[in-house]
């Protein structure tokens, strides 16, 4: 059964890289947004974790300041309790001094690794970023390059292709024999109303004519 799965599997994967291919053959700029498309959005997936790792920076810094502070204000306890000779109160204030100076110490290192790490991010960030930019660039060009392609494509069909030539000829023919009929038709149109026109001054000038000699 396994080993059906997996013929199955394997034959899904081979038809569907070879639709992949057929479509890359018919229109690469199509495959080429979406892999644009993906890249987009692996970058912008990087910019949010670049903000959270400003986030983290701010949070260890902020702890950092302030066990700093805590480890200074504990020592100084502990130096007024030893002079006023308090024990017990110099002991509490110089226990919570080292455990802060340890905390902040850690916090420092840590602080340290967050802004390398955080630089090292920027980084790549930028990378990503400008090579989006390059690629946008490239897609700009070859939509060119396939705009002109095509389009003297289509000037060569119109102007070299016998098929095209033909048609276009037909078709000029039959234009020039359309406006040769209309042309034929008004000349006929008006030749027969100017003859009518005459005829009827004829008539008219032979009657005055006739009523003259009575």
């Known amino acids: 059964m396994t080993n059906l799965f997996t013929r199955i599997k394997n034959t899904i994967t081979a038809d569907l890289h070879e639709v992949l291919d057929q479509k890359e053959k018919q229109n690469p700029i199509v495959l080429l947004n ?6 987009e959005q692996e970058t912008e997936k990087v910019r949010k974790l670049l903000e959270r790792q400003y986030t983290l920076k701010d949070e ?11 480890a200074e204000k504990r020592k100084y306890q502990a130096e007024i309790a030893s002079k006023a000779g308090e024990t017990e ?6 226990a919570e001094h080292q455990q802060y100076a340890d905390r902040a110490q850690r916090l420092s290192a840590s602080l340290e690794q967050v802004k390398g790490q955080l630089g090292d991010l920027e980084r790549k960030y930028e990378e ?6 390059d690629m946008n660039l490239r897609r700009m060009e070859l939509m060119g390059r396939e705009n002109v392609t095509r389009a003297n494509v289509r000037i060569n069909q119109v102007l070299d292709s016998n098929t095209y030539s033909d048609k276009s000829y037909s078709k000029f023919k039959d234009i020039e024999n359309y406006l040769d009929r209309l042309e034929h038709q008004v000349n006929s149109s008006f030749y027969r109303n100017t003859i009518d026109a005459r005829i009827a001054q004829l008539e008219k000038e032979a009657k005055l004519e006739e009523s003259k000699s009575i």
Do not use: G
Request: glycine content about 0%.
């Open 89 to 94: 109160l110099y002991q509490f204030a110089a």
């Open 60 to 70: 260890f810094t902020r702890e950092f300041h302030q066990a700093a502070e805590l």
């Open 34 to 39: 979406q892999y644009l498309r993906q890249c």
């Open 128 to 133: 990503m970023k400008h090579k989006l930019k």
